[in-house]
Each structure stands twice: as structure tokens, then as C-alpha cells.
């Protein structure tokens, strides 16, 4: 069956650093491809999605590339800032098929 | 303003009680899901609905129950049966364009055994 794999966390970083968060999927044909964001307390916001290979789904200054040769779908920031300190999921859904989530990588950014 | 709106933000269980937990959207979505999220985990799907008068089960089910009479409402009834109640609740919809489908999440609800 389908499955995403996401980094483990909890990742920390300081203001205006780099960000990687590495999203790895299984699934047969072409699935589409999402990445929530789950500030505390909160419910999940979607942040960007992808729905076919090569496409670049980007929010908010946030990026991530469908890569299908790698069935990779990583998300990455130039810059990041302490409101970014959240709990990111990747996932994907395929037709009819039902929403599969990674396991959620938690951010923290420090000042 | 559309959007999917969860009910209440807190609830409180006593043992052996049944509570039911509320989510509204009007925007229009024809598909509804019921998320059950542990500390520090993932999401797990407890029970979906892809039409009025339509639901099916997901992973968990078990001591849950819904109803889907109006395309805009899909309440989540836990009952006495579930023995580990306390989590957060997410509830969601979902557009579906070409074969595509989008899913958006309300704000949750935290239900806490007393």
C-alpha cells in the first residue's frame, strides 16, 4: 500500500537558518502530494501541495519539488523564523484513496 | 467566510458516558473525515463519509460511531465502548477536481476524560 516516510524530529534551529524537512513515499502511478502545517493547539493547515511530477508547490516561502525518479517530496525555506515552530506533516492521496500522513516532524525555531 | 468549524474546543468525559463532538463546513464538500491525533503522533482516520447518508469505517473505528444526514454535518459520537477516549479530534473536508482530491482541516476538538 502507499506510505510516506518523513525525517525524524525534533528538529531545532536557529532565526534565518536553512531548512530541510525530508519526505520520502511509496505508491504505485502518481500520486499527489501535500505538506500540512500544525501550529499548537491547532488544527492542520495545508501549506503547499504538488499533483504531478516536476511541479513546485511553494507557500509562504516554503518550497517543495515533486521528484518522482527519487519518489521524494521535500520541503525546504530559505529563511526560516520562529513562527515557523511547528509540527509538519507530509502526505499523499492517490484517486479515491484515502489521505496517507507521515509521521510529523516537529520544528523548532530559536531566536 | 467558508471554512470547516469544530465544536466544542474542550469536552469533558465522565466514565461510562457517551459525548458527541461537532463539525460543520460550508464549503460545500461532498467528502468528511474524522481524525483521531495521540500526543506526539500522527493522524489516524477513524471513520469517512463520501456522501449524504453514507459513511464508511477507517483504521479505527472501534467505539466510535457518526451519521451523515446533511452534507454540511458529519458529528462524531464517542461512546463508552472506547476506552482510551482522550485525544485530539480533527475533523476535515475534502474537494475532489478531476482526480484530484484536496482535503482541509477545522481547528480540532481536545476531549479529556475526567
Known amino acids: 500500500g502507499n506510505s510516506v516516510t518523513q525525517m525524524e524530529g525534533p528538529v531545532t534551529l536557529s532565526e534565518e537558518a536553512f531548512l530541510t524537512i525530508n519526505c520520502t513515499y511509496t505508491?504505485?502511478?502518481?500520486?499527489?502530494l501535500f505538506w500540512y502545517v500544525q501550529y499548537p493547539g491547532e488544527g492542520l493547515q495545508l501549506l503547499l501541495k504538488?499533483?504531478?511530477?516536476?511541479d513546485k508547490g511553494s507557500n509562504k516561502g516554503f518550497e517543495a519539488t515533486y521528484r518522482k525518479e527519487t519518489t521524494s517530496f521535500h520541503l525546504e525555506k530559505g529563511s526560516v523564523q520562529v513562527s515557523d515552530s511547528a509540527v509538519y506533516f507530509c502526505a499523499l492521496t492517490q484517486g479515491a484513496q484515502k489521505l496517507v500522513f507521515g509521521q510529523g516532524t516537529r520544528l523548532t525555531i530559536n531566536p | 467566510d467558508g471554512g470547516i468549524t469544530q465544536s466544542p474546543k474542550y469536552l469533558f468525559r465522565k466514565e461510562g458516558q457517551n459525548v458527541t463532538l461537532s463539525c460543520e463546513q460550508n464549503l460545500n464538500h461532498d467528502a468528511m473525515y474524522w481524525y483521531r491525533q495521540d500526543p506526539g503522533q500522527g493522524l489516524r482516520l477513524i471513520y469517512y463519509?463520501?456522501?449524504?447518508?453514507?459513511?464508511q469505517k477507517g483504521d479505527i473505528a472501534e467505539g466510535y460511531s457518526v451519521s451523515r444526514e446533511k452534507k454540511e454535518s458529519f458529528p462524531l459520537t464517542v461512546t463508552s465502548a472506547q476506552k482510551n477516549p482522550t485525544a485530539f479530534y480533527l475533523c476535515?473536508?475534502?474537494?475532489?477536481?478531476?482526480?484530484?482530491?484536496?482535503?482541509?482541516f477545522g481547528p480540532g476538538t481536545r476531549l479529556l476524560v475526567l
Open positions: 463519509s463520501q456522501i449524504v447518508n453514507d459513511f
Open positions: 476535515a473536508s475534502s474537494i475532489q477536481v478531476g482526480a484530484q482530491e484536496t482535503q482541509y
Open positions: 504538488a499533483t504531478k511530477a516536476d
Open positions: 505508491a504505485t502511478g502518481y500520486p499527489s
